[in-house]
């Protein structure tokens, strides 16, 4: 099949004619830091055709000899025209100019938007200028947050980083670091990601209508780049926030040669809490959490035709709580010492080749790391003296769980013509699993108590993909992903077809369709809780498959003046091989034997999007609706009848502004409505001897006629956000002040029953997170 696939390739690339044609190629950076541009628009303004940068800021176009007049234009830039007579090929590296404040970034009806000219649906790039003025959550802005806020995409709980993407669950979510898939990104049980926006340069969320390039996922492509580090001068950043801090420092080691980027970021919740609480126990007890990050990057230019990248990510999240006794009763001199600790994290690491192998093909070459832990651990120790006879005891209990990657890849993009933009590559993963296992320590006996193997798994894939130009109007890519996996004997095997179309109807709109199969081959086994990272990442085995899907989409997008962009999509998603717990089943002994205690079912998807977007100016923003409806369907579960999944919604409505008042002042604000998420309540509780018929003797037993039967109260949210800005010698001062949740709605966060202390019935009650919440922060740049 492999061999199949890159047959295609070739013969795609040798029926393409070159006779009298020209290639120019070359990169795109920032002029100011040499930080290199991805999707930087190309438009040729005398053959009316539009190219792109890739992920590296690469380009290659292909057109007849003669007069040129390119356009490269970029949000957030002032665009560059290079003129010339084109004779042969040429290698030219652009250089874009930072204009924070654009009114226009060319002249209007002088270009083809991307968004018409792209085959890819359900695609959004937020520049990093416009995650960075929303309002921030206790002197956080969250990458992931500014996701939540476009349509298509349900944020699950209030105050969760957590992604429900076209009615996915959040492991369907394929989310990359520097091209490394992360496992886990939340800190703060779910509240805050783990990725710094000071460290990122560039954000992108595609949601349907995958490119053939990826796989591995259901539901959603999160692709996240780091900063590479600026390679003129040495620059820092930073902020002082209510729960955290942050600095950020770049700069070159050897000039327009080698830079760096060091980021780090870290909670102060346990270091201002240890006063208090060590004075109110006279210094026995010790109780705290913290999180932090840290973000590095190195690269290095060989030549105009070799570059290496090297990227880390560590971060960690640490509750823990500590205390002592020591004290005499009834003669007993007792010394004792419990410990509790809670803790995950990721650790992720990268090395990237780009190799230029001449002006039409490219190449990057990976191998990368990535580890997500987690351990729950719990220590007593103590000692007794009676009379004399001393004795001493110990207990202690260690629960570890986790995932390990170890992976190559190869990518390639070749670009015979202007007609033509071929992608292909494979990849290797080697899975390493922790599916959960106690460790129990007795005195001076080790026991496992409960826990599964390590165990191991490899899976590959091939692909390629073809954007081809049919005519003027229509472009299409073609697409195929061929993926496997093997673990305990098993050995799955998947043919991803992937289909996307573009007919441009004029210089300003299109419609586009795509169809897209896709397949995944782990699993995860999650706390149904308040958002504790308790996940066990499992790989699919003889009994439990892989999950698929396939999705289609229609849409139609259309370029305003000043800025304005606007679409509107239609989607169908299928999905098959979910699983979800059965009736009864606990987390706490999910790790033995889990595949008893599940369910295998289907899921289905669909919806229509609406998205109004303004990305320059002094004012951007954008506004999203979505309406939609997601369901589950499982044998054992709810008689066989579908039900709505936990985070249906059927109305989400999203609107964010930001509007520089001046140079000096930025005003932002964000809204959100959404129906309310679905929940299990009794229709009926039987009490007392009733209970008897059930065979519940003295018991309560809830009788649920349907699973998730009803509909918390609608959500909704107005935050909003100022910063003072201010120019010094040594740089600028930005103090922020937002305010979460300005008319203190009291939103559901979940219910309960409760006993009414005067009729002793029971009712449902509403609790709620977050109130009215103020925060500030002071920044700085240098």
Same mark, same amino acid.
């Given at each position: 099949?492999?061999?199949?696939?890159?047959?295609?390739?070739?013969?795609?690339?040798?029926?393409?004619?070159?006779?009298?044609?020209?290639?120019?190629?070359?990169?795109?950076?920032?002029?100011?830091?040499?930080?290199?541009?991805?999707?930087?628009?190309?438009?040729?303004?005398?053959?009316?055709?539009? #190219?792109?940068?890739?992920?590296?800021?690469?380009?290659?176009?292909?057109?007849?000899?003669?007069?040129?007049?390119?356009?490269?234009?970029?949000?957030?830039?002032?665009?560059?025209?290079?003129?010339?007579?084109?004779?042969?090929?040429?290698?030219?590296?652009?250089?874009?100019? %930072?204009?924070?404040?654009?009114?226009?970034?060319?002249?209007?009806?002088?270009?083809?938007?991307?968004?018409?000219?792209?085959?890819?649906?359900?695609?959004?790039?937020?520049?990093?200028?416009?995650?960075?003025?929303?309002?921030?959550?206790?002197?956080?802005?969250?990458?992931?947050?500014?996701?939540?806020?476009?349509?298509?995409?349900?944020?699950?709980?209030?105050?969760?980083?957590?992604?429900?993407?076209?009615?996915?669950?959040?492991?369907?979510?394929?989310?990359?670091?520097?091209?490394?898939?992360?496992?886990?990104?939340?800190?703060?049980?779910?509240?805050?990601?783990?990725?710094?926006?000071?460290?990122?340069?560039?954000?992108?969320?595609?949601?349907?209508?995958?490119?053939?390039?990826?796989?591995?996922?259901?539901? #959603?492509?999160?692709?996240?780049?780091?900063?590479?580090?600026?390679?003129?001068?040495?620059?820092?950043?930073?902020?002082?926030?209510?729960?955290?801090?942050?600095?950020?420092?770049?700069?070159?080691?050897?000039?327009?040669?080698?830079?760096?980027?060091?980021?780090?970021?870290?909670?102060?919740?346990?270091?201002?809490?240890?006063?208090?609480?060590?004075?109110?126990?006279?210094?026995?007890?010790?109780?705290?959490?913290?999180?932090?990050?840290?973000?590095?990057?190195?690269?290095?230019?060989?030549?105009?035709?070799?570059?290496?990248?090297?990227?880390?990510?560590?971060?960690?999240?640490?509750?823990?709580?500590?205390?002592?006794?020591?004290?005499?009763?009834?003669?007993?001199?007792?010394?004792?010492?419990?410990?509790?600790?809670?803790?995950?994290?990721?650790?992720?690491?990268?090395?990237?080749?780009? +190799?230029?192998?001449?002006?039409?093909?490219?190449?990057?070459?990976?191998?990368?790391?990535?580890?997500? +832990?987690?351990?729950?651990?719990?220590?007593?120790?103590?000692?007794?003296?009676?009379?004399?006879?001393?004795?001493?005891?110990?207990?202690?209990?260690?629960?570890?769980?986790?995932?390990?990657?170890?992976?190559?890849?190869?990518?390639?993009?070749?670009?015979?013509?202007?007609?033509?933009?071929?992608?292909?590559?494979?990849?290797?993963?080697?899975?390493?699993?922790?599916?959960?296992?106690?460790?129990?320590?007795?005195?001076?006996?080790?026991?496992?108590?409960?826990?599964?193997?390590?165990?191991?798994?490899?899976?590959?894939?091939?692909?390629?993909?073809?954007?081809?130009?049919?005519?003027?109007?229509?472009?299409?890519?073609?697409?195929?992903?061929?993926?496997?996996?093997?673990?305990?004997?098993?050995?799955?095997?998947?043919?991803? %077809?992937?289909?996307?179309?573009?007919?441009?109807?004029?210089?300003?709109?299109?419609?586009?369709?795509?169809?897209?199969?896709?397949?995944?081959?782990?699993?995860?086994?999650?706390?149904?809780?308040?958002?504790?990272?308790?996940?066990?990442?499992? %790989?699919?085995?003889?009994?439990?498959?892989?999950?698929?899907?396939?999705?289609?989409?229609?849409?139609?997008?259309?370029?305003?003046?000043?800025?304005?962009?606007?679409?509107?999509?239609?989607?169908?998603?299928?999905?098959?091989?979910?699983?979800?717990?059965?009736?009864?089943?606990?987390?706490?002994?999910?790790?033995?034997?889990?595949?008893?205690?599940?369910?295998?079912?289907?899921?289905?998807?669909?919806?229509?999007?609406?998205?109004?977007?303004?990305?320059?100016?002094?004012?951007?923003?954008?506004?999203?609706?979505?309406?939609?409806?997601?369901?589950?369907?499982?044998?054992?579960?709810?008689?066989?009848?579908?039900?709505?999944?936990?985070?249906?919604?059927?109305?989400?409505?999203?609107?964010?502004?930001?509007?520089?008042?001046?140079?000096?002042?930025?005003?932002?604000?964000?809204?959100?409505?959404?129906?309310?998420?679905?929940?299990?309540? %009794?229709?009926?509780?039987?009490?007392?001897?009733?209970?008897?018929?059930?065979?519940?003797?003295?018991?309560?037993?809830?009788?649920?006629?349907?699973?998730?039967?009803?509909?918390?109260?609608?959500? +909704?949210?107005?935050?909003?956000?100022?910063?003072?800005?201010?120019?010094?010698?040594?740089?600028?001062?930005?103090?922020?002040?937002?305010?979460?949740?300005?008319?203190?709605?009291?939103?559901?966060?979940?219910?309960?029953?409760?006993?009414?202390?005067?009729?002793?019935?029971?009712?449902?009650?509403?609790?709620?997170?977050?109130?009215?919440?103020?925060?500030?922060?002071?920044?700085?740049?240098?």
């Amino acid at each position: 099949m492999i061999r199949i696939i890159f047959t295609l390739i070739f013969v795609l690339a040798f029926t393409v004619s070159y006779a009298q044609k020209v290639t120019l190629s070359g990169t795109v950076k920032d002029r100011e830091n040499g930080e290199t541009l991805i999707g930087v628009n190309i438009f040729d303004r005398i053959q009316q055709k539009v #190219s792109i940068t890739n992920n590296y800021g690469f380009y290659s176009y292909t057109r007849p000899q003669g007069e040129v007049e390119m356009v490269f234009s970029y949000v957030g830039y002032e665009p560059f025209v290079f003129k010339t007579y084109l004779e042969k090929d040429t290698t030219i590296v652009v250089q874009l100019i %930072p204009s924070h404040l654009l009114k226009e970034v060319v002249v209007e009806g002088d270009r083809q938007e991307l968004l018409q000219e792209n085959t890819q649906m359900g695609s959004i790039n937020v520049p990093l200028r416009q995650i960075k003025d929303m309002p921030a959550l206790m002197g956080e802005v969250d990458v992931l947050k500014v996701l939540q806020l476009l349509p298509g995409v349900q944020s699950g709980t209030e105050g969760a980083s957590g992604l429900y993407v076209r009615g996915g669950g959040p492991d369907q979510n394929l989310i990359l670091l520097d091209g490394v898939p992360v496992y886990n990104a939340t800190h703060l049980f779910g509240f805050f990601s783990v990725f710094n926006a000071d460290a990122l340069n560039n954000v992108e969320l595609i949601k349907g209508g995958f490119p053939a390039r990826y796989g591995g996922r259901l539901s #959603s492509v999160i692709d996240i780049t780091m900063k590479e580090g600026n390679m003129k001068e040495f620059h820092g950043e930073g902020s002082i926030g209510l729960i955290a801090s942050k600095l950020t420092l770049e700069g070159p080691i050897v000039k327009d040669k080698t830079s760096f980027l060091l980021s780090g970021r870290r909670t102060y919740l346990d270091l201002l809490a240890r006063p208090f609480i060590k004075n109110q126990s006279d210094g026995q007890d010790d109780v705290g959490y913290y999180f932090y990050d840290l973000n590095a990057k190195v690269n290095h230019i060989f030549d105009d035709n070799n570059r290496l990248y090297l990227s880390f990510y560590g971060g960690d999240d640490k509750a823990y709580s500590r205390s002592q006794y020591t004290g005499n009763f009834n003669g007993i001199e007792t010394k004792s010492r419990e410990e509790f600790g809670l803790g995950w994290g990721n650790v992720i690491t990268g090395a990237r080749w780009n +190799h230029i192998f001449n002006n039409k093909l490219f190449a990057n070459f990976a191998a990368t790391y990535t580890n997500y +832990h987690f351990r729950l651990f719990s220590e007593d120790e103590s000692t007794s003296i009676y009379n004399g006879d001393r004795v001493d005891d110990f207990f202690k209990a260690d629960y570890r769980s986790g995932i390990r990657d170890y992976a190559l890849k190869a990518d390639f993009d070749y670009i015979p013509s202007s007609a033509h933009y071929i992608r292909f590559g494979a990849n290797h993963i080697n899975h390493r699993f922790t599916p959960g296992v106690l460790t129990a320590t007795e005195r001076s006996d080790i026991f496992d108590m409960f826990g599964g193997e390590e165990s191991y798994s490899q899976e590959y894939s091939a692909y390629a993909e073809d954007d081809i130009q049919v005519g003027d109007k229509l472009k299409l890519n073609l697409g195929l992903h061929y993926s496997g996996f093997l673990v305990d004997g098993e050995h799955y095997k998947s043919l991803q %077809p992937r289909v996307a179309g573009r007919y441009l109807i004029d210089e300003t709109s299109s419609v586009k369709g795509s169809f897209a199969t896709m397949a995944q081959f782990i699993h995860l086994l999650t706390n149904a809780g308040l958002g504790l990272p308790t996940d066990l990442w499992v %790989p699919s085995t003889g009994r439990i498959g892989p999950q698929q899907s396939w999705q289609a989409s229609l849409g139609y997008y259309k370029s305003l003046k000043g800025g304005f962009e606007w679409s509107v999509e239609g989607y169908y998603k299928a999905m098959d091989g979910l699983i979800e717990y059965k009736d009864g089943a606990s987390y706490l002994n999910m790790v033995e034997n889990w595949e008893d205690k599940v369910e295998v079912g289907r899921g289905r998807s669909y919806g229509l999007e609406m998205f109004v977007q303004k990305k320059i100016g002094k004012t951007t923003g954008w506004l999203g609706y979505t309406l939609s409806r997601t369901e589950r369907q499982f044998e054992n579960i709810n008689f066989n009848e579908w039900f709505p999944f936990r985070y249906d919604r059927t109305h989400d409505v999203s609107f964010t502004l930001s509007h520089h008042l001046s140079d000096k002042i930025h005003l932002s604000g964000t809204w959100v409505y959404g129906s309310g998420n679905a929940i299990s309540i %009794p229709t009926e509780i039987y009490q007392g001897e009733t209970a008897l018929d059930f065979g519940y003797e003295g018991q309560q037993v809830d009788y649920y006629e349907s699973r998730n039967n009803f509909r918390m109260r609608a959500y +909704h949210r107005l935050d909003l956000g100022v910063s003072f800005i201010k120019q010094k010698r040594w740089g600028e001062r930005t103090w922020n002040i937002s305010v979460y949740n300005a008319y203190n709605r009291m939103n559901p966060f979940y219910l309960d029953f409760a006993r009414n202390q005067d009729t002793g019935q029971k009712s449902l009650v509403q609790y709620t997170l977050f109130p009215v919440l103020p925060s500030f922060s002071y920044g700085f740049k240098f």
